[in-house]
């Protein structure tokens, strides 16, 4: 920061010809909790950084959306949001052929899960994947990186179910998924003595949610 509270104008990568820089997106990881007086709530820090904004550049427009995941999904804040933000710059995140923009896109190879949707396609096919099959699957990729443990799938996917099943079954729906899945079955992984694991491979995209803008709230 230089004196007199100012910040110092930070530096941008080269601007290709024939293109001109306009505007950025910052992306914030954080739960409603980790302000700093722990009242801050989302909608109110996404208003106070528009008024900030609206005073150093009055004719910035603004739009902010709300990266939304499952209770206890786990994983770094940060990490949940580019993923839903589908950030671009994200080094992990397998390229492939652009998907199209609109409701109905789907890539004509590889994999594609729409969790908004609860639809998974399958070289431009949709996969008949079945309710439970998905909440398998959706749950795997919310622990995205993690070993989930049988058990832990049993007690979230059977929840009020009075006769659990048996680890019997997870594995035969996990079996059913990766035919499904194709020559992109390795997504789900089999961690010995524990669980399975979801791991983004080539080809495979994961099309996750976010909520309208907070100028809907």
Aim: aromatic fraction near 6%; hydrophobic fraction near 40%; charge should be positive.
């Amino acid at each position: 920061m230089a004196e007199g509270g100012s910040f110092d104008a930070p530096r941008l990568r080269a601007v290709p010809g024939g293109s001109e820089p306009r505007g950025f997106v910052l992306f914030v990881g954080m739960g409603e909790d980790d302000s700093a007086d722990g009242r801050m709530t989302m909608h109110r820090l996404v208003d106070a950084l528009r008024r900030r904004v609206a005073e150093v550049a009055p004719s910035a427009e603004t739009h902010a959306a709300v990266a939304i995941a499952p209770v206890g999904a786990g994983g770094r804040h940060i990490d949940v949001v580019r993923r839903a933000m589908n950030d671009p710059g994200l080094r992990h995140r397998p390229r492939m052929a652009p998907v199209r923009v609109g409701r109905d896109a789907r890539p004509s190879e590889g994999v594609l899960i729409d969790v908004s949707r609860r639809r998974v396609f399958v070289d431009g096919r949709t996969a008949d994947v079945t309710f439970r099959e998905f909440e398998l699957l959706q749950y795997l990729i919310a622990r995205e990186g993690r070993a989930v443990p049988r058990e832990e799938l049993i007690a979230a996917l059977w929840d009020g179910v009075e006769e659990l099943p048996s680890e019997r079954t997870v594995d035969v729906h996990v079996r059913r998924l990766r035919v499904k899945l194709g020559e992109h079955h390795e997504v789900l992984r089999t961690v010995r003595r524990v669980g399975y694991q979801f791991e983004r491979r080539q080809g495979v995209v994961v099309r996750l949610a976010s909520t309208p803008s907070p100028d809907l709230f």
